[in-house]
């Protein structure tokens, strides 16, 4: 089969997605116009052409800016109704998505405003498109640990809506010792956990988040490879790495999708999953990573194959429901 129609036709699921990086220009224009918040641009194109990243941080500094526009219950519903459908157009059948609870609550946005408008869009994405979904908190790491432990106390009422607690933002120099305590903390109150490592962070930063957070999987982790024992060892624990192409090319982790260290990850046989990270900043939802990654690697089906199964085996899910989407997935691949 055409390998384009094939990674169109498998379902897959999607572990790394800031739904804040899923606003399109267009809704930011709309909704700085409904919620009367000047932007410093006077139109799409403009917003488009400020997306010319140089590293991770010129990014943050667009997509902070960016989200203010984002006030209300009805705004949050929206965003995240917008990503489950166009999800629901790569086939994506799971996502286990981000919110960053900080951006909003730190401009005096309730913190139930926000969760509450995600839950009710994925709540209804289940239900109108069968998506099914996890939630997951992010702190963010250029802000203290204090500011995380209570922003964690704010989530616990909300604990039925979130099952897991991320690290995100600017990594360098923000290394995951600093929330030791905060993780600690969050695994008591029953939350799962990952983090964000090795995107522009050294591989001792993945090892922090192992070691000290006791993190289930590592968001990027590309860094990974400038250390042979950290990669034996992810690779023995089967340490899922959300691999995220087209945001490492955007933010120079790569010189180019050619260059992408993701063929030789799984060559080593690490646990890589292919994501968006934030698609309407880096130019594509996780069907075109998936394209573009195969294209740029010449990646076979199988290696297609491992990447969209590797995502269910590290979601999650419970076992039951990964083997049925497992299932369906090995039913994709052979069905004419
Ligand atoms: N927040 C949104 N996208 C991010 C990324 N790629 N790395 C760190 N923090 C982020
Ligand atoms: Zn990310």
């Known amino acids: 089969m055409d390998i384009t129609r094939l990674i169109q036709r498998i379902p897959k699921a999607e572990l790394h997605l800031h739904i804040e990086g899923t606003l399109e220009p267009e ?49 949050f519903f ?8 166009r ?4 086939n994506v059948c799971h996502v286990e998505i981000f919110f960053d609870p900080q951006t909003h ?32 908190m992010c702190f963010l790491r250029h802000l203290s640990a204090e500011d995380a432990m209570a922003t964690l106390e704010a989530a616990l009422p909300f604990k039925d809506k979130i ?31 990952v983090a ?17 957070l006791n993190v289930e999987r590592i968001d990027h982790g590309v860094r990974c490879l400038e250390d042979p024992d950290l990669v034996a060892r992810l690779v023995e624990e089967q340490v899922p790495l959300t691999v995220c192409p087209l945001s490492n090319v955007k933010l120079c982790v790569f010189d180019s999708l050619e260059q992408h260290n993701l063929k030789q990850l799984l060559q080593h046989g690490l646990c890589v999953t292919v994501n968006s990270d934030d698609p309407s900043y880096f130019g594509g939802y996780i069907g075109e990573n998936y394209r573009r990654t195969q294209e740029a690697l010449e990646l076979s089906e199988d290696d297609i194959y491992t990447l969209a199964k590797n995502a269910f085996v590290a979601s999650f899910l419970g076992d039951t429901e990964k083997q049925r989407y497992i299932s369906e997935l090995d039913q994709a691949m052979t069905s004419p």
Do not use: W
């Not at 929206?78 to 459908?85: D, H």
């Not at 730190?106 to 998506?131: K, P």
């Open 87 to 90: 999800a629901a157009e790569d």
């Open 196 to 212: 964000h490592a090795g995107e522009e962070g050294p591989p001792a930063y993945i090892r922090e988040a192992l070691d000290l």
């Open 27 to 75: 809704m930011m224009m709309a909704l700085a116009r409904r919620n009367e918040i000047e932007l410093p641009y006077s139109n799409v194109d403009e917003i488009r052409d400020a997306y010319d990243f140089s590293n991770l941080q010129s990014f943050l500094d667009v997509y902070y800016a960016g989200a203010r526009v984002l006030r209300e219950e009805q705004d």
């Open 105 to 136: 609550t730190e401009r005096d946005i309730e913190f139930a405003t926000v969760v509450d408008g995600i839950d009710r869009a994925l709540r209804d994405g289940r239900s109108r498109l069968g998506i099914t979904f996890r939630l997951i």
């Open 163 to 193: 099952d897991a607690v991320g690290l995100d933002s600017s990594e360098l120099g923000h290394p995951p010792s600093r929330f030791t305590e905060v993780f600690n903390r969050a695994r008591d109150e029953g939350f799962l956990t």
């Open 78 to 85: 929206e965003l995240t109704r917008a990503y489950l459908e």
